[in-house]
């Protein structure tokens, strides 16, 4: 008894001196503890981890607070690397600045600059946004939307005439919003488009869009192009007809742009060689897919940003030969020096004059941004294309040839990366040049009907979009657009043709861009 008696009080007198709660463990777990050679401070942590581990939150932080101090001491005698980087104010306010794309911030310059401009001009000094009262603000708002106008150029005055006297309704929301963003950045609590004390100014700059439409001053606004169908093969004959580092790199830029439904610019520019994933489905189809996510327009992270869980696969096309998007790769991945970290890097120049010579073909060093913007005009220009499209363009080109192929809009907005049908819609909305012919003289016919117009149906080989065949890749119109768990039975005979009418991008009106679900089709002979 007294060596029980002796070994409890011992303990608890150490809990005594370092003031914690003592635990309730039963005697024979300290003795089998001190069985174990270990000393009183040994056994005051082990219990004190046990306790803190199925008590309140007090101990718990009691505890945490005691480990702290131990790893002060243990730092202070030995010196370590810390786990936590120091960063400087300037680079705090880089990460502020970088909530903002680089275009948003451009953007938001170009807006206040504009309405300084005007600032100085009217009332002889510039605003300051810092002090200044909302409803003062409001009403140099309402005066500077009725007074804006774009700077006086003649090449712009010559193309436009007096549309060019006018700010497009684009620019003038642009300048809005620019102004809205500065001014939240500056700390003030209101919006300028939003609130009701400045619905005033907003309903002047309303009229102000409605009276320059009135009056035939309102630009339409104007879409990327579609790169038609004759152009696209001359892109591809371009593309393939020669192996040189040149041609190499801009086919390479040319699949990823279509394939990945990307705006060609700051996609790329991401892309590293450990970006492209090589895999093979549950099939045995080898695709490639990205292994890490990219910072887009729709899509730029932040705390706000929805999950980007999509997955895009570029699958191997064996029939295609060299024309096989994976197998391209492939080839332009091997040409790339191995010290070599952006998978586009400048072109070696003895490989430019002599490429069979040379195992590598890039050096390790990466594209400028501004390289990028380049690549389109240089390929239509080589490609001796009917005009210079942008990177863009294949962007706009890709998502209408979905939407004429008959995917559904959901599945395009998986590719392209949209969030809301209506943004997807307005690259698709516009005509073909086939299909706008096709309407003028199905029109012409109605006003005159002892006189038909030739071909007042658009051929399959009018359709502008980027076809399989373009790329000897298996055409998709043998196979039906029903779901594969419906069956036409005896009675229902439907051809092959007719169920993939909506591909061949020939109907404008009910079936065009539309989706169904959960719809009952009764077809009568």
């Not at 642009?174 to 400045?198: E, K, P």
């Not at 998986?414 to 003289?441: L, P």
Request: hydrophobic fraction near 35%; aromatic fraction near 8%; charged fraction near 25%.
């Amino acid at each position: 008894m007294d060596a029980d008696f002796n070994l409890r009080y011992n303990f608890e007198q150490h809990l005594e001196n370092s003031n914690e709660d003592p635990p309730e463990n039963d005697l024979e777990i300290l003795e089998s503890l001190f069985a174990e050679e270990m000393t009183v401070e040994e056994v005051t942590e082990v219990v004190l981890q046990d306790a803190c581990a199925s008590v309140s939150t007090r101990d718990a932080e009691r505890e945490m607070q005691q480990t702290f101090s131990r790893e002060r001491e243990e730092n202070f005698c030995a010196p370590q690397l810390k786990r936590f980087k120091i960063v400087s104010d300037e680079e705090l306010q880089e990460l502020k600045e970088r909530r903002h794309s680089l275009s948003t911030l451009k953007a938001t310059k170009w807006g206040v600059k504009t309405f300084q401009e005007w600032s100085l001009e009217t009332y002889g000094e510039m605003l300051d946004f810092n002090n200044i009262d909302p409803e003062e603000l409001a009403n140099k708002l309402g005066k500077f939307y009725a007074e804006a106008t774009p700077k006086p150029d003649q090449k712009r005055s010559e193309k436009m005439k007096e549309q060019a006297l006018e700010y497009h309704k684009n620019s003038f929301k642009s300048i809005r919003s620019a102004l809205n963003r500065h001014i939240q950045n500056l700390g003030r609590d209101f919006d300028i488009v939003r609130d009701r004390q400045f619905k005033t100014c907003n309903s002047i700059l309303d009229g102000k869009l409605k009276k320059n439409v009135q009056e035939g001053l309102a630009r339409p606004t104007k879409h990327k192009e579609i790169i038609p169908e004759a152009d696209l093969e001359r892109i591809s004959a371009y593309l393939y007809e020669s192996l040189n580092p040149v041609s190499l790199r801009f086919r390479i830029w040319f699949i990823l742009s279509m394939q990945f439904v990307s705006r060609g610019l700051e996609f790329h520019e991401q892309l590293k060689l450990n970006s492209l994933v090589f895999s093979s489905d549950e099939n045995g189809c080898e695709y490639v897919t990205l292994s890490h996510a990219t910072k887009e327009k729709n899509w730029q992270g932040g705390i706000d940003s929805t999950e980007n869980s999509r997955e895009i696969r570029m699958y191997s096309v064996p029939s295609a030969g060299d024309k096989c998007p994976v197998k391209s790769l492939q080839l332009y991945m091997s040409k790339i020096q191995h010290d070599a970290t952006s998978l586009f890097n400048r072109c070696l120049k003895p490989a430019l004059k002599d490429p069979n010579e040379h195992e590598f073909w890039y050096t390790n060093i990466p594209l400028k941004h501004y390289q990028f913007t380049r690549f389109m005009a240089e390929i239509s220009k080589n490609a001796k294309c009917t005009k210079t499209y942008t990177a863009h363009c294949l962007r706009a080109t890709a998502i209408q040839g979905m939407s004429d192929a008959g995917f559904e809009i959901r599945h395009i907005m998986h590719m392209s990366g949209h969030k809301n049908e209506a943004s997807v819609r307005s690259y698709s909305r516009d005509c073909s040049t086939a299909q706008k012919k096709s309407m003028s003289d199905a029109l012409c016919s109605i006003m005159n009907p002892a006189l038909k117009v030739h071909n007042a149906q658009p051929n399959r080989s009018d359709v502008p979009f980027a076809t399989a065949s373009n790329f000897n890749v298996p055409s998709l119109s043998s196979h039906s657009v029903l779901p594969s768990r419906i069956q036409p039975s005896a009675d229902l005979q439907i051809e092959s043709s007719v169920s993939m009418q909506c591909s061949q991008f020939q109907s404008s009106g009910f079936m065009a861009n539309s989706t169904f679900n959960n719809c009952t089709f009764n077809f009568k002979p």
